[in-house]
C-alpha cells in the first residue's frame, strides 16, 4: 500500500462505515420491535444482516480493494462450507431420535 492509498482512506471512512453498522443493528431492533411476526419478519431481518456482513466485511477486511475474482472465490468457498456444515444436522437428529426403522 503506497502512501496515496493511505492518504485516500483515512479513520473518517472508517468511521462513516461504522456509524452506518449501528445504524443497520438499530434499524434491526425497530424492525424486531414493529409487531410484525412471521416469515415477513424473518426475511426482513435477513436481507438487513445480510447487507450489514457484507459492508463489514468488505470494508473493515479491505476486500474491496481487491480483486473481483478473489471476493468471488472467497464468496463461493464461504457458501459451499456453510452448505457442508449442514450435512451434520440430519445426523445429530438421527443420534437424539435413534436410526429410524431399526426396532
Known sequence: MNTA?????????DIIIYLCLLGMAGLQIVLAYTGSAGEGLFARLLVVAAVQA????????????????LVVFIAVFTLFVLATMQYGWTDSFRMINGAPFAH
Not at 492509498?5 to 471512512?13: A, I, M, P, W
Open 54 to 69: 457484507l459492508v463489514a466485511v468488505l470494508f473493515f477486511m479491505h476486500l474491496s480493494s481487491e480483486r473481483r475474482s
Open 5 to 13: 492509498e493511505k492518504q485516500s482512506g483515512g479513520l473518517g471512512k
